[in-house]
């Protein structure tokens, strides 16, 4: 909400990525304003309702893991493959590594409210259309409606691998990594791009 002080809202939120990180994608309001030393009124008056909690959440996330992927691709003088493969194994490694708050934000939250679930989907949308319009500005993809079905293709097919990886981590990392840039390259080669 404006007029809201930024450090306290970035307080709140670090408290609420403490207690789910540490409880679980199941965790309660009542326990992050717990953690953040406050009651759950204080909580929602900072955010609007939960719905706000939980879009600052997904905008603080989904923006740090964006951010993290850029450079990954965009990288200058690295082919195709090695820019999918660095992107796509950056993606892995934050998702497993912060698997509860992974959960919360696009099973929970996205479960429990349909305009958290739009402002995820947007988000990730986003990245779709970064990456089209990075294929088609770099000639990767000539048909510049092709790069954008390519690049939401590709964000779409990673997303839920990932997803499913988390559920098989007995499938070694690499082998994941290998078969979505696999299929990446497969899409960018067929002498359709």
Same mark, same amino acid.
């Given at each position: 909400?404006? @007029?809201?002080?930024? /450090?306290?809202?970035? &307080?709140? !939120?670090?408290?609420?990525?403490?207690?789910?990180?540490?409880? %679980?994608? +199941?965790?309660?309001?009542?326990?992050?304003?717990?953690?953040?030393?406050?009651?759950?009124?204080?909580?929602?008056?900072?955010?609007?309702?939960?719905?706000?909690?939980?879009?600052?959440?997904?905008?603080?996330?989904?923006?740090?893991?964006?951010?993290?992927?850029?450079?990954?691709?965009?990288?200058?003088?690295?082919?195709?493959?090695?820019?999918?493969?660095?992107?796509? @194994?950056?993606?892995? /490694?934050?998702?497993? &590594?912060? !698997?509860?708050?992974?959960?919360?934000?696009?099973?929970?939250? %996205?479960? +429990?409210?349909?305009?958290?679930?739009?402002?995820?989907?947007?988000?990730?949308?986003?990245?779709?259309?970064?990456?089209?319009?990075?294929?088609?500005?770099?000639?990767?993809?000539?048909?510049?409606?092709?790069?954008?079905?390519?690049?939401?293709?590709?964000?779409?097919?990673?997303?839920?691998?990932?997803?499913?990886?988390?559920?098989?981590?007995?499938?070694?990392?690499?082998?994941?990594?290998?078969?979505?840039?696999?299929?990446?390259?497969?899409?960018?080669?067929?002498?359709?791009?």
């Amino acid at each position: 909400m404006s @007029g809201r002080d930024p /450090d306290r809202r970035r &307080a709140l !939120l670090d408290a609420a990525d403490r207690v789910i990180l540490s409880e %679980g994608p +199941e965790v309660s309001m009542a326990a992050i304003a717990v953690e953040a030393g406050i009651t759950k009124p204080i909580l929602y008056r900072h955010f609007g309702d939960k719905s706000g909690l939980y879009e600052a959440l997904a905008d603080r996330h989904v923006r740090t893991v964006i951010s993290l992927l850029r450079p990954k691709l965009a990288e200058t003088g690295a082919d195709v493959r090695a820019r999918a493969g660095a992107a796509i @194994g950056v993606y892995l /490694d934050l998702v497993s &590594a912060n !698997l509860n708050l992974y959960r919360f934000l696009f099973h929970r939250a %996205g479960a +429990e409210d349909t305009r958290v679930r739009s402002h995820m989907t947007s988000l990730v949308r986003s990245l779709g259309e970064e990456l089209g319009g990075m294929l088609s500005a770099e000639r990767v993809v000539r048909d510049p409606v092709r790069a954008q079905v390519l690049g939401h293709a590709f964000v779409g097919m990673v997303q839920t691998t990932g997803d499913w990886w988390l559920e098989h981590q007995e499938v070694d990392r690499a082998q994941v990594v290998e078969g979505l840039v696999d299929v990446i390259a497969a899409a960018l080669t067929s002498g359709r791009a």
